[in-house]
């Protein structure tokens, strides 16, 4: 995705966004182009009370279940997540 519009990695988990079914969608519909379609949808976040360390939490986690290490997903998630658009006002 070579538009400017697009962000490489959603800016509330840091998933990779590489094709248009990744993105979440605004309220009416059209791509959001911040964040995954696991995090927004319909224009809200799907999971909007969760707190940055329980998202690092989730993130880790998944990261273990596609064959990483837990300590090696915590060091690359943990200083990733505080600087994503969701995070940066906390």
């Known amino acids: 995705m070579n538009d400017q519009k697009y962000q ?3 800016q509330s988990c840091a ?3 590489k094709k248009v079914a990744d993105y979440g969608t605004n ?3 059209s791509q959001n182009y911040d964040y995954c379609m696991h995090c927004y949808q319909q224009g ?3 999971q ?3 707190s940055m360390d329980e ?5 880790v986690g998944i990261m273990v279940q596609y064959g990483m290490g837990e300590q090696d ?3 690359q998630i943990e200083p990733v997540i505080p600087t ?3 995070w940066k006002k906390i």
Not at 55 to 59: A, D, Y
């Open 8 to 10: 490489d990695i959603c």
């Open 15 to 17: 998933m990779p966004m």
């Open 27 to 29: 309220q009416d519909g």
């Open 44 to 46: 809200a976040f799907t």
């Open 48 to 50: 909007p009370d969760i």
């Open 55 to 59: 998202m690092v939490k989730g993130c």
């Open 73 to 75: 997903a915590k060091a």
């Open 84 to 86: 994503l658009k969701r």
